[in-house]
């Protein structure tokens, strides 16, 4: 299963709910970047690009569980930066965890010895590796040599422990399909069980570099690409329907508020990608943001956004009757 039974019916639970209260828009993940301090330089990374004495900045333990409970959202990832620089990091895991909340942990695998012995395997918890692409690939995009021999031998590591494995593949400009399909292929077979796949999203801040992103259309052709070589065995994390706009057959509008932004200068608005405004209070993002005017169409920002933080919860609204099969055959697939 891409899931806990118990999890996906927990998660289905909140939808519903939402619905039926008729809210239009609420969170799915939250975000929460307990730092935005990275050991890594990464080509295509905004956020390491920051003033440094944003980078600097942490939130504590207490501040992390207040913003799960603040937004309520049954689902958190903790990204960054790279959370494992957090010294309170453990800590962090095991209160969400306790909240019976499905964490994911975003790791470039570096300092994966500092915490692995410190976890405990759990069926809502997820270890997510960044891994781009082949050794070659992986390594020039985030600057440094010997990462990816690292990422692997971390995931092979987590899974004799126990731990259940995503990975996190960002596409680039001049990325080979036939070489990140046989990796998405190599990674099934090491047992990892599930893969994130998504288009980089466009910077302002990378600046010079901005030749290495996609536009939308290049985009759409470089996945179904990668699709084909990956072939039908692959197990995505991403939903179904979020796979059919990544391959262009059907049109989904962003919605960020699905996944909002904690960072350690306050909630992040418009979304995860973009940085107007910090709020103080999560109702005030929700609430204060206008967000009619973001989305592909609307800013020109979002012009070649096809990232799963916008769109994945689009997903989820735009499900229809006929992909609830589709949808139940996605979520209990081996």
């Given at each position: 299963m891409r899931q806990p039974l118990g999890l996906t019916w927990d998660?289905?639970?909140?939808?519903?709910?939402?619905?039926?209260?008729?809210?239009?828009?609420?969170?799915?993940?939250?975000?929460?970047?307990?730092?935005?301090?990275?050991?890594?330089?990464?080509t295509g990374c905004g956020k390491i690009r920051q003033d440094p004495a944003v980078l600097q900045r942490r939130l504590s333990v207490e501040e992390c569980l207040a913003a799960v409970d603040e937004c309520g959202a049954p689902a958190v990832s903790i990204a960054g930066g790279e959370p494992l620089t957090h010294p309170d990091i453990v800590a962090i895991v095991e209160g969400i965890l306790a909240r019976r909340k499905l964490t994911l942990l975003c790791?470039?695998?570096?300092?994966?010895?500092?915490?692995?012995?410190k976890l405990k395997p759990h069926p809502r918890f997820s270890l997510?590796?960044?891994?781009?692409?082949?050794?070659?690939?992986?390594?020039?995009?985030?600057?440094?040599?010997?990462?990816?021999?690292?990422?692997?031998?971390?995931?092979?590591?987590?899974k004799k422990r126990g731990f259940r494995v995503t990975t996190n593949t960002t596409l680039y400009k001049g990325a080979d399909p036939k070489a990140v399909g046989q990796l998405l292929r190599e990674l099934n077979a090491m047992g990892v069980d599930n893969c994130i796949v998504s288009p980089?999203?466009?910077?302002?801040?990378?600046?010079?570099?901005?030749?290495?992103?996609?536009?939308?259309?290049?985009?759409?052709?470089?996945?179904?690409?990668?699709?084909?070589?990956?072939?039908?065995?692959?197990?995505?994390?991403?939903?179904?329907?979020?796979?059919?706009?990544?391959?262009?057959?059907?049109h989904l509008r962003c919605t960020p508020w699905g996944n909002p932004t904690r960072d350690p200068l306050g909630w992040k608005g418009p979304c995860y990608l973009l940085t107007d405004r910090h709020y103080q209070r999560?109702?005030?993002?929700?609430?204060?943001?206008?967000?009619?005017?973001?989305?592909?169409?609307?800013?020109?920002?979002?012009?070649?956004?096809?990232m799963h933080s916008g769109y994945e919860a689009s997903a989820v609204s735009a499900i229809t009757p006929r992909d609830a099969w589709r949808m139940v055959r996605w979520l209990f697939a081996s």
């Open positions: 998660m289905t639970r909140y939808v519903i709910a939402q619905r039926l209260r008729g809210r239009r828009r609420y969170p799915l993940v939250l975000m929460l970047e307990p730092t935005e301090l990275c050991n890594l330089t990464c790791t470039n695998g570096i300092l994966l010895g500092r915490v692995l012995p997510v590796f960044h891994l781009d692409g082949p050794r070659e690939h992986h390594d020039r995009m985030v600057e440094r040599r010997g990462v990816y021999d690292l990422v692997i031998k971390g995931i092979a590591e987590a980089a999203f466009t910077y302002e801040e990378v600046g010079m570099r901005s030749d290495i992103f996609l536009r939308r259309k290049e985009a759409i052709a470089l996945f179904r690409a990668v699709a084909e070589a990956a072939g039908p065995g692959v197990r995505y994390y991403n939903t179904p329907v979020y796979l059919d706009f990544l391959m262009g057959k059907r999560f109702d005030e993002l929700m609430t204060e943001t206008r967000w009619e005017e973001f989305g592909y169409g609307e800013n020109p920002r979002c012009a070649s956004c096809m």
